[in-house]
């Protein structure tokens, strides 16, 4: 049964009741997701697709030539890797928490209390630090292979390791100048808007991103000899 609109009754000026008049229902606000949020994500998407490429030559090649890669899988520095994982990881953490501070501290417990007191500016700075650690190291350990004897021409093996540690390297260098940009923003208003604590979540995005293909990387790489 169909519900009828709600009408009243009004009185002219001669005493004689008007029509009834018809109250059209308040208009719904309809909460719909952040543009640039849901562009990032899009644009993600395609991320995932290029670096699944680049799984894919690494694991074609390594089909091919599995004395090769026996052999030069010796030559990696696991532990030193390992530690340079975990810094990327602790990165995503510190990313997070800037996050947290930019919507607004809703997530305040007793135990964190003193950490949360951090603004969305020092965390993001910590993270910047962190990452910056992160590519640091890789370079290092480029610079090591290549004094061992395998630069990226050296065979199919060096060039799958450069070709996939490399590139998500430059994705972290983008995601550093990310964060610079995102915190010369905070600098640059007096008060943050609901437009500076958007930026803060669609960096997080790229960060988180960069972070998880980096773990699969890692697995792949170094532990899948």
Not at 186 to 191: D, G, H
Not at 207 to 217: G, N, Q, S, T
Request: with cysteine.
């Amino acid at each position: 049964m169909s519900k009828l609109p709600k009408t009243a009754f009004g009185i002219g000026n001669n005493g004689r009741v008007t029509a009834p008049a018809t109250f059209a229902p308040a208009p719904r606000t309809v909460k719909r997701p952040d543009p640039v949020a849901v562009g990032t994500i899009v644009w993600l998407g395609s991320e995932v697709m290029f670096f699944a490429g680049l799984f894919a030559i690494y694991f074609t090649l390594r089909s091919t030539s599995p004395e090769l890669w026996a052999s030069r899988t010796e030559l990696l520095n696991v532990p030193f890797a390992l530690v340079n994982t975990i810094i990327l990881v602790i990165s995503s953490v510190t990313c997070q928490m800037g996050v947290f501070a930019a919507e607004g501290l809703k997530f305040k417990s007793a135990l964190m209390q003193k950490l949360v007191g951090w603004g969305v500016v020092p965390w993001f700075w910590v993270s910047f630090a962190l990452g910056a650690f992160f590519v640091s190291g890789q370079v290092w350990e480029y610079a090591t292979l290549v004094s061992e004897g395998m630069p990226i021409s050296a065979d199919s093996y060096a060039s799958a390791f450069y070709l996939t540690t490399g590139f998500h390297a430059l994705h972290v260098t983008g995601g550093l100048v990310a964060f610079l940009l995102t915190i010369g923003r905070f600098y640059a208003v007096k008060r943050a808007r609901h437009k500076e604590a958007v930026t803060a979540i669609v960096v997080s995005y790229y960060w988180h991103f960069v972070d998880v293909v980096w773990i699969a990387l890692f697995f792949v790489i170094y532990f899948l000899k």
